[in-house]
């Protein structure tokens, strides 16, 4: 009977060392671009960027779902799956027009905040965003913290001042950060244009912030630093089906991630979700049809 047991404690053993995964570092702070179209990027004042993009590991070429709107690809990078499954189809989708899928909990199609939670009780986990559209699709419910930056476009310092004191005060394990106004720039003036490109001048000095916060809190260290977009554009507007619409830069820098410049392997938005729970050593759903970009960590 002892022989039986002791052989059953090894197998248990076993299995949880075969599906256990190593977390790749304490602390991941995804800082996402609305509107931004990797096409600007070679033309971009973007030093903080560029700087990610020489220290880590990045790709111009990620997909957005479609349409190239911005709710269903939220959506599809918060949620590690495509339009037909988590069901939010439309530009300003605020529940699934196709039902969900799988909806474990609280309601909602798993996020990536969601399984973390669920993994990680203790987590610190947060959301920082200025359009109003964000907070349909992050599953409040599991986030230790969730704010809009009212009024973006009067006062555009607001969202990085509200993302820095929340770093240095409880130094997330799991922080998104999302910009709106490249969006507005290109309804407005238009993609590819002057004022486009002084919006992402712009912001790209408040992701300098927000690494700086990450540093003063003391933990840049132990984070990984994603920086990403949920489409692009063309002219003035999106949801279209061409690549200026469609590519969006993906770059990954900070602990445990090689040094290793633009990768070749296929993107698609719902595989940031995927990446963002293997960085913190979180298991994904079955649901979820994203897969980590394993070949850009150490």
């Known amino acids: 009977m002892k022989k039986v047991l002791v052989t059953a404690m090894f ?30 990027l070679p033309k971009a004042d973007m030093p903080n960027v560029k700087k990610l993009m020489a220290d880590g590991c990045y790709t111009l070429d990620k997909r957005t779902v479609l349409p190239s709107s911005s709710a269903p690809n939220w959506a599809s990078m918060f949620m590690g799956a495509p339009t037909e499954i988590h ?44 359009w109003d559209g ?64 002084a919006k992402l001048a712009e912001i790209d000095g408040y992701l300098g912030r927000i690494i700086k916060a990450a540093e003063d809190a003391g933990i ?18 999106h949801g279209g089906i061409t690549l200026q619409e469609m590519r969006t830069p993906f770059i990954i820098c900070g602990k445990n991630i090689k040094k290793g410049g633009e990768f070749p392997e296929s993107m698609m938005q719902y595989d940031v979700a995927s990446t963002i729970a293997y960085a913190l050593g979180v298991e994904q759903p079955q649901v979820w049809t994203g897969r980590p970009m394993k070949q850009v960590f150490k």
């Open 11 to 40: 197998a248990i053993m076993a299995s949880l060392c075969v599906f256990a995964v190593k977390p790749k570092a304490q602390h991941v702070i995804l800082v996402g671009f609305d509107g931004w179209g990797a096409y600007s």
């Open 87 to 130: 069901g939010y189809t439309t530009w300003g989708s605020q529940k699934p027009e196709i039902p969900s899928r799988w909806e474990k909990k609280h309601n909602i199609f798993p996020t990536v905040y969601q399984v973390t939670r669920d993994q990680h009780p203790a987590a610190e986990i947060g959301v920082i965003y200025e």
């Open 134 to 197: 964000i907070k349909y699709l992050i599953d409040t419910l599991s986030l230790s913290y969730h704010a809009q930056a009212v009024d973006a476009q009067k006062f555009p310092a607001r969202t990085a001042e509200m993302a820095e004191k929340y770093i240095k005060e409880k130094k997330p394990e799991l922080l998104a950060v999302c910009f709106d106004e490249p969006d507005h720039v290109g309804h407005s003036a238009g993609h590819d244009t002057p004022e486009y490109y």
């Open 220 to 237: 840049a260290d132990e984070t990984i630093f994603i920086v990403t977009a949920d489409h692009g554009g063309i002219e003035k507007g």
